[in-house]
């Protein structure tokens, strides 16, 4: 039938568990190594700090980020932290021909990260501009 074609959950994605107290290496490694094995690595929870060094790890394959979060991530910097867990868009958009970024249901945009948005041409779409029912959702 129709759905003879799709895959399984089962067959579409791999778990490749935790990494205890990642390092910056320790992350960039454990992404590669899913990438080396021929799949794209889809990276969930953590502190934000681990999104540059998995970027890292698939910098020379990947054309677009798609970044569903509350928080941008784009500070230029935190406590003089260039590279802490609130800047790693940013210094991902700083980058020669960066991948697009799009992030999905922020909710705590300030002017100062709207202009960085406007700045790296990161597409945002707000919560609030999300519509309130499924219905809504649909017929948009």
Known sequence: GELDD?????????DRGDISEPSFDDIK???AAVAADGLAPLV????????YPAF?????????????????DTYDELIGDRRSHAS?????????DPPK???L???????????????????????????ETRRELRDA
């Open 6 to 14: 799709h895959l399984s959950a089962a067959e579409a994605f791999v």
């Open 29 to 31: 490694g454990a992404v």
């Open 44 to 51: 969930l929870g953590g502190d934000h700090s681990i999104t």
């Open 56 to 72: 890292e790890a698939v910098r020379d394959r990947c054309d677009a980020i798609l970044h569903v979060d509350a928080h941008s």
């Open 88 to 96: 790693p868009f940013a210094r991902i958009s700083e980058l020669p």
């Open 101 to 103: 970024i799009v992030q």
């Open 105 to 131: 249901g922020l909710r705590c945009m300030t002017p100062q990260l709207r202009a960085q948005a406007k700045r790296f041409d990161i597409a945002s779409i707000e919560m609030r501009d999300f519509p």
